[in-house]
């Protein structure tokens, strides 16, 4: 080389994570247009429908920390390795025991969509690990910003426990200050060199994350219609939920798989129960947990 300037000094995209915040505008206006937020604002949510958002979530978190531990000395993402502060599958772990029970790994569904994310964040981590920051950036920085608030819609609305069960995913007890840790994530993202060629393709490939929300969105509030044609049955590739025992979800002493009322869909049942405004307020709150934090990073 004859320069002893790196490529970041003459990168006319500049710094990745305005660049990132400049790129996730207009599809982040996409999403804030839909229906979908319009009906989370009427905080109409069922167990049921919760129990879905949670499922979903953690195959996404169990493929995304696969990657990151796969890929955490990688010069394009180690600078942002925070396992202790960040990673969520844990949480969602207890989360999802408490509201399925203990053979919660048996019950949780994956639909088509949920998997194609999954297959996309595999993908990027074995063979693109230089980009897999934009899948990380998107996933995290939503959460950040947007927990605490989040997380006092399901407990209010489900009467869940104010002491936090089923709401492990929320609360991020190594970050002592979500505005200060979000600063210190952006600067060290920003010390990642990369050039121009694969700046770019960290912002589409951020684009991309997003849309493939937006996908996961779409496929739960069609699961209604789907299910009708179907006569009530679900395919191989959308898992069965179990029924289980009825429960009563304002008693927030004992788990909700095991209180007094229906929270689970077996494969003689059918979604179809599920109005069209509760099918869009679940696909709301998981579009909320990905896009709410657009306002704050």
């Not at 990132?20 to 049921?48: C, G, P, W, Y």
């Not at 608030?149 to 104010?162: A, E, T």
Request: hydrophobic residues 35%; contains cysteine; proline residues 5%.
């Amino acid at each position: 080389m004859t320069s002893t300037q790196s490529p970041r000094s003459h990168s006319a995209v500049g710094d990745l994570s305005e660049a990132l915040k400049e790129a996730i505008i207009e599809v982040h206006q996409q999403a804030q247009d839909t229906e979908f937020m319009r009906n989370f604002l009427k905080r109409q949510l069922s167990l049921d429908e919760f129990k879905l958002v949670m499922s979903s979530l953690y195959f996404i978190y169990d493929a995304l920390e696969e990657e990151i531990e796969r890929n955490k000395t990688h010069p394009g993402y180690a600078p942002v390795y925070f396992p202790d502060e960040l990673h969520r599958k844990a949480a969602l772990e207890r989360d999802l025991e408490y509201l399925f029970g203990p053979q919660w790994r048996q019950e949780i569904p994956c639909p088509k969509a949920t998997r194609k994310y999954v297959d996309r964040i595999h993908y990027v981590g074995q063979h693109e690990p230089e980009i897999l920051v934009a899948h990380a950036y998107t996933r995290y920085m939503g959460d950040l910003s947007g927990g605490q608030v989040l997380k006092k819609i399901p407990q209010r609305v489900l009467q869940l426990p104010v002491s936090g069960e089923g709401l492990a995913f929320f609360t991020f007890d190594e970050v002592w200050s979500a505005t200060n840790f979000k600063q210190l994530y952006r600067a060290r993202m920003n010390t990642i060199e990369m050039d121009d060629s694969t700046k770019r393709r960290v912002l589409d490939e951020v684009k991309k994350a997003f849309l493939l929300n937006v996908e996961i969105f779409d496929e739960l509030k069609k699961l209604s219609s789907h299910s009708a044609k179907k006569n009530g049955s679900l395919t191989q590739e959308e898992p069965e939920m179990h029924k289980r025992s009825p429960s009563d979800i304002s008693n927030g002493a004992r788990p909700a798989a095991y209180r007094n009322e229906k929270i689970g869909m077996s494969s003689h049942e059918s979604p179809s129960d599920t109005s069209p405004l509760h099918w869009g307020v679940l696909a709301a709150f998981l579009l909320v947990v990905v896009a709410v934090c657009m306002y704050a990073i």
